[in-house]
């Protein structure tokens, strides 16, 4: 499997970015998928979590209402919406993806591979 992302970028506060993730595997429609972020410095957090259909999602709390997640299983793709975007959310963001399960899975340990991850900055 590969997941490679895309779609980061320099943007101003208030902007907004897709970041993509595509996958090269025809079983991406049986995997949950998550997105999650390192900020230089701090440890990688989980930032939003989809189940295999696209029905469930999950936030952390601090992009919840900003943030959107979404996947297209026809295109083994799934994106991150990110709007209002802040100083703080610059870090480079990863997708990631569990082979079984129903539901969403919220710990970064839940996740059996991660893609190599797309720069996002937003200056002040």
């Known amino acids: 499997v590969q997941l490679v992302e895309s779609g980061g970028g320099l943007v101003q506060a208030g902007d907004s970015l897709r970041p993509s993730c595509a996958a090269s595997?025809?079983?991406?429609?049986?995997?949950?998928m998550g997105w999650s972020r390192q900020a230089p410095g701090k440890e990688r957090e989980l930032l939003a979590a989809?189940?295999?259909?696209?029905?469930?999602?999950w936030y952390v709390d601090s992009v919840k209402g900003r943030f959107t997640i979404s996947r297209d299983n026809a295109k083994a793709a799934m994106y991150l919406q990110m709007n209002s975007l802040e100083p703080e959310d610059t870090a480079v963001y990863y997708c990631?993806?569990?082979?079984?399960?129903?539901?969403?899975?919220?710990?970064?340990?839940?996740?059996?591979?991660w893609g190599q991850g797309t720069q996002v900055t937003v200056s002040s």
């Open positions: 989809i189940n295999w259909k696209g029905d469930m999602t």
């Open positions: 990631g993806r569990r082979r079984s399960g129903t539901t969403y899975y919220v710990r970064l340990d839940e996740y059996d591979y």
């Open positions: 595997d025809e079983l991406f429609d049986w995997y949950a």
